[in-house]
């Protein structure tokens, strides 16, 4: 854990609610910089996926020589499971990482808001959804803010930190020094779809999916031509199955409805390969094939 700035808030206990590739990629960078973390699923099929994505993780980075077992066995010891969302009563900071749906996500944040403290954060990992709407299911929004690691969470070193017209000073302050805690590295951006990564990253990737799809080029090519000439560590058809397509799809559509720029107009293949299920590594099928 990197030392915190003396004027900013300590915060002990951080509930993850969503327990998905990215919630718990989030539990695991709290809990490896020794936060206690309450992870929080719908049902209990979901919590054992995410007790398995946690250990797999955690797994690879023992096999890498990069923590021991022992460590290992305590950063697991420090997050415990729930299905119940009042379960997060003690959590002082909360980051939601679920479905992209802006109705799920408000109604979380409604049901939190009568769970924890009055002083607690409440944060979302959307990617493509209003920070400022969901945060109008609170009665206190002006602690509400976004807070968006990337894929893979534990290895990727930037954090967005997204502010809207209500967000209180004091809560930027504190939630940029949290990221700081964690080894992160903070951005601080407005509330507009895309933020500042995925506005810069998405038009990019969708024409590398119009690309493909116009059998330009094969998708082997494509994604060497972007490593090995520009040294990106992945291609972009990779970096969109390692992404998910469903969640790319949504980025996409949501920055094209914003913003109805050509260039983020979704490829029509990309509809396709979600409504048939192929989603990426998630789901062992998309631009390429996974075991
Ligand atoms: N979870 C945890 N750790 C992982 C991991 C995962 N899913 N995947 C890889 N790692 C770790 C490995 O354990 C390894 O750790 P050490 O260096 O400590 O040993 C390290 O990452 C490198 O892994 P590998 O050697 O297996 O593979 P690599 O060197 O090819 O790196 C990668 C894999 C980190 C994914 C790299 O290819 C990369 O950075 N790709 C680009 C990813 C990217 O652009 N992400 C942003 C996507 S956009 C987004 O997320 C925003 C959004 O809203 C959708």
């Known amino acids: 854990m990197t030392e915190q700035a003396s004027d900013t808030r300590t915060f002990q206990t951080i509930g993850v609610v969503g327990l998905g590739t990215m919630g718990a990629g989030i539990a695991e960078v709290f809990a490896r910089n020794g936060f206690s973390v309450v992870g929080v699923e719908l049902n209990d099929e979901g919590l054992a996926r995410g007790r398995q994505h946690l250990e797999n993780s955690t797994a690879r980075a023992v096999s890498r020589g990069k923590l021991s077992e022992e460590e290992q066995a305590e950063l697991l010891g420090r997050i415990s499971f729930s299905t119940h969302l009042e379960d997060l009563r003690e959590a002082d900071f909360v980051v939601e990482a679920v479905v992209e749906s802006l ?3 408000k109604a979380i944040f409604a049901e939190l808001e009568a769970v924890v403290a ?15 709407e969901i ?9 509400v803010v976004g807070v968006h690691f990337f894929n893979p969470a534990p290895v990727q070193d930037l954090v967005e930190i997204v502010r809207t017209v209500v967000t209180e000073p004091r809560v930027l302050d504190d939630v940029t020094a949290l990221v700081r805690q964690v080894g992160k590295h903070p951005v601080v951006c407005g509330d507009k779809a895309g933020f500042i990564a995925n506005t810069l990253l998405f038009g990019y990737l969708n024409h590398a999916v119009s690309m493909f799809e116009g059998k330009y080029a094969s998708r082997e090519d494509i994604d060497a031509a972007m490593r090995f000439g520009c040294g990106y560590p992945m291609g972009p058809l990779q970096l969109l199955d390692l992404i998910g397509l469903d969640t790319a799809y949504e980025i996409l559509e949501t920055m094209y409805r914003q913003g109805r720029d050509r260039l983020h107009a979704p490829s029509p293949i990309l509809k396709q390969m979600v409504t048939a299920g192929m989603l990426g590594r998630k789901t062992g099928r998309g631009f390429y094939t996974y075991d």
């Open 135 to 143: 945060s109008t299911a609170n009665a206190h929004p002006g602690r």
């Open 103 to 105: 109705e799920t996500k």
């Open 118 to 132: 009055p002083e607690a954060v409440l944060a979302t990992n959307t990617s493509s959804l209003s920070v400022t």
